[in-house]
């Protein structure tokens, strides 16, 4: 079974300060890890990947993400947070021996204050 | 470009009403998903389907039926609604084959089961 964990509820850092929300996933075979954020009223908008190569992934807006595999690990990051980065962020996982189904996390609610 | 497009965007049902949800895709994508959003609990898979005239369950299939008649379009119905279904619903297609690539979510339809 897949399943991924946000530990954070909520991350709240001023602006201009680094951003960092928490994930970790539990697979069976080799993960593809995703990021996605939420604005409010809206759908689900992809940020970035991991399927396999670099560790560091680079995505839309600024952010990135690092993998780590003996952690467990895919924390999105973004060095100088933006008042605009408010969002609703969710990370999510699927194996790769589990073709069709994307499992997500809780999500964790990101509020950057001027 | 309209991408993913739900419809409605908004409905209140009586508890033992009946209703359908459509989304509709113009990317040519062959997977599609409905997806439900509960405070706290992320998004969970209902039903999905790997192209037309196919369907699978999902993690909370119980409740809720699907049709994919016409490669585009991916409908969901509630026989009868009960107030647990009460949420937000969001449908998503991809295209990739090994579903390395991204989901791309419509905008959403807020469910209320009075």
């Known amino acids: 079974a897949q399943s991924v964990a946000q530990p954070e509820d909520q991350v709240n850092v001023a602006e201009g300060n680094p951003l960092t929300v928490k994930c970790t996933y539990s697979?069976?075979?080799?993960?593809?890890l995703f990021w996605y954020v939420q604005y409010p009223n809206r759908g689900l908008q992809f940020l970035l990947k991991y399927i396999t190569g670099d560790n560091l992934v680079k995505g839309s807006y600024g952010f990135e993400a690092e993998f780590n595999k003996s952690q467990t690990s895919f924390h999105l990051k973004k060095p100088s947070a933006l008042v605009s980065d408010s969002a609703l962020y969710f990370c999510a996982v699927r194996d790769e021996a589990n073709d069709y189904k994307l499992s997500f996390g809780a999500g964790t609610t990101v509020t950057v204050r001027a | 470009n309209a991408g993913v497009t739900q419809t409605p965007k908004f409905r209140v049902l009586k508890t033992g009403q009946s209703m359908t949800l459509l989304c509709a895709q113009d990317m040519n994508h062959e997977y599609m998903y409905w997806y439900r959003q509960d405070p706290g609990m992320g998004l969970r898979l209902i039903h999905y389907s790997v192209g037309e005239g196919t369907t699978a369950k999902g993690e909370v299939p119980d409740g809720y039926n699907v049709s994919r008649l016409k490669k585009q379009n991916f409908l969901l119905g509630l026989e009868s609604a009960a107030p647990s279904q009460t949420s937000v619903y969001f449908c998503?297609?991809?295209?990739?084959?090994?579903?390395?690539?991204?989901?791309?979510f419509g905008e959403g339809s807020r469910l209320t089961v009075l």
């Open positions: 998503a297609s991809s295209s990739a084959k090994r579903l390395t690539g991204e989901l791309f």
């Open positions: 697979v069976s075979g080799n993960p593809y």
